[in-house]
């Protein structure tokens, strides 16, 4: 049974930094692309970026420059270092999973976390 757990969410202020990480378990993780997702309270699930079986990386445009993936197949988890946060990235951080290419669409993912919420204070 594959399991995704988020953790490092907190509360910072804007500017300020905070990395997520998202430990798998019960899955060959090497194997699988790994994604970041958000929903903002009364906002529809929106895709923050991913990292494919081969490292590469996408990100969502309000994020690029800013935040970065990285994952580590020795620690089966995948990290998402977010900087210059503002209070627009405030919302419910999630970690999803697949066995296939890279997609910005969460409905391909069918594998999440219980989701770490992140909150910027202006």
């Known amino acids: 049974q594959v399991q995704l757990v988020e953790s490092g969410g907190g509360l910072v202020q804007a500017g300020g930094s905070l990395t997520l990480s998202c430990a798998a378990s019960g899955l060959t993780f090497s194997e699988y692309v790994m994604a970041w997702f958000r929903q903002a309270p009364g906002k529809e699930r929106e895709f923050v970026g991913g990292?494919?079986?081969?490292?590469?990386?996408s990100y969502a445009d309000s994020v690029k420059g800013r935040f970065t993936i990285s994952r580590d197949n020795a620690k089966d988890t995948v990290n998402l270092q977010m900087d210059t946060l503002t209070p627009e990235d405030t919302a419910v951080y999630y970690c999803?999973?697949?066995?296939?290419?890279?997609?910005?669409?969460?409905?391909?993912?069918?594998?999440w976390g219980q989701g770490t919420q992140v909150t910027v204070s202006s």
């Open positions: 999803a999973a697949r066995w296939s290419i890279l997609s910005e669409s969460g409905n391909d993912y069918y594998n």
């Open positions: 990292i494919s079986r081969s490292y590469t990386t």
